[in-house]
């Protein structure tokens, strides 16, 4: 098993920037894909992002392609969402999941997840 703890929401204005964090506790942390996935108010929870065990193979949501990136340490247990440009739609809480499968887009496919962070962009 793995366990997640999401870091580094909160309050922005349109057009900054957070990095999000994802701690994974285990040792065995590199042979789990992760994904990052969100959830608004009101909304179904969406994929955002996924990245491979290595780091090797990422890929993402249309809305935040060119603007977020996910990445990974394997030495630091940790997966990271650069998140620049922001706008208001991107506006939810962030959820960071792990599977031992293959990376997927559909939050079903993720047995583990984080509890999440909050992430706010104002107009």
């Known amino acids: 098993q793995v366990q997640l703890v999401e870091s580094g929401g909160g309050l922005v204005q349109t057009g900054g920037s957070l990095r999000l964090s994802c701690a994974a506790s285990g040792r065995t942390f590199s042979s789990y894909a992760m994904g990052w996935f969100r959830q608004a108010p009101g909304k179904e929870r969406e994929f955002v992002a996924h990245i491979n065990w290595n780091g090797a193979g990422t890929y993402y949501a249309d809305s935040v392609k060119g603007r977020f990136t996910i990445s990974r340490d394997n030495a630091q247990n940790t997966v990271y969402l650069q998140m620049n440009s922001l706008k208001p739609e991107d506006t939810a809480v962030y959820y960071c999941?792990?599977?031992?499968?293959?990376?997927?887009?559909?939050?079903?496919?993720?047995?583990?997840w984080g509890p999440g962070t909050q992430v706010t962009v104002s107009s």
């Open positions: 999941a792990a599977t031992i499968r293959e990376a997927r887009v559909y939050h079903k496919e993720y047995p583990y």
